[in-house]
């Protein structure tokens, strides 16, 4: 395949939308790969964005609820994977992130994906502001919060049906937000994938030139959303902020604290 568009590229082996082919190419065109990895939220290993790298002999790290991780034991013990894979049973919050990012400091990660369905910006800005970059990042945007820097009020014990009960759609942050906490430390914006879930950010230093030659999808409307309340994006993005929008927080606010 010779396509310059990115998406092109997507394949699901063990991902839900397309995010291992989009891995392997972005993967693909590092300067230097020591095929390292950390997931948080890897769900019990039988499909997320880890699996494929493990299944080609890479190290890493996941985290999940410990029930999750339970199963995900009994998998390894299975594939026997080649690399090593250190798993972290528990919740990941920011009265607990610090020993984390004692842990992540000592590692050079190659990938790093983040899927907690909640406060997820909160936890990426620590780990920025710890000096923890890795050079491909993979994270969930919400694509109902409209086109501005928001994001939502950070509660432990996070759940989303309990903000927004009809729907469920009171999570993580918009693209944009994304966008402008990435900038800060340089990551460059490559793409979302084209059912509208994770959104791929990069250090620009640490890859080919050849990447930059390359476009990707800059913005969709979550796929399986639209698909389960049949609504059209636009609608399902202003019923939410109509209701919620009060409920939000300015990306801004929490990045300059």
């Known amino acids: ?18 995010e291992d082919g989009l891995i392997d190419f972005l993967t693909k065109k590092l300067k230097k790969n020591n095929k390292f990895f950390v997931e948080f939220g890897c769900s019990n290993g039988l499909q997320n964005n ?10 890493g790290i996941v985290c999940d609820l410990p029930k999750n991780i339970n199963n995900f034991v009994s998998l390894l013990k299975k594939i026997n994977p ?10 990941i919050d920011l009265e607990n992130i610090n020993e984390i990012i004692i842990k992540l400091k000592k590692l050079k990660i190659d990938f790093f994906s983040i899927d907690i369905d909640s406060y997820d910006f909160y936890i990426i800005n620590r780990l920025l502001k710890s000096k923890i970059l890795p050079k491909i990042l993979c994270v969930e945007y919400n694509s109902f919060f409209g086109k501005d820097p928001l994001v939502v009020k950070y509660h432990l014990n996070f759940d989303r049906y309990k903000f927004d009960k009809k729907r469920g759609l009171y999570f993580g942050s918009s693209l944009q937000a994304w966008k ?18 994770n959104a791929f950010f990069i250090l620009p230093h640490e890859f080919k030139k050849s990447i930059f030659s390359y476009s990707g999808l800059s913005f969709k409307y979550t796929s399986v959303f639209i698909k389960k309340y049949k609504l059209q994006g636009q609608i399902l993005e202003n019923e939410f902020l109509k209701v919620h929008k009060k ?10 604290n």
Request: aromatic share 12%.
């Open 1 to 18: 395949m010779r396509s310059k568009k990115i998406n092109d590229y997507e394949y699901s082996k063990f991902s839900q939308n397309g």
């Open 82 to 91: 080649k690399g090593k894979i250190e798993l972290a049973g528990g919740s």
């Open 247 to 256: 409920n939000l927080i300015n990306a801004y606010e929490i990045i300059d």
């Open 50 to 59: 880890s699996r494929n790298l493990i299944e080609n002999g890479w190290s």
């Open 180 to 197: 402008v906490l990435l900038k800060k430390y340089n990551y460059k914006f490559i793409c979302v994938d084209k059912n509208g879930v």
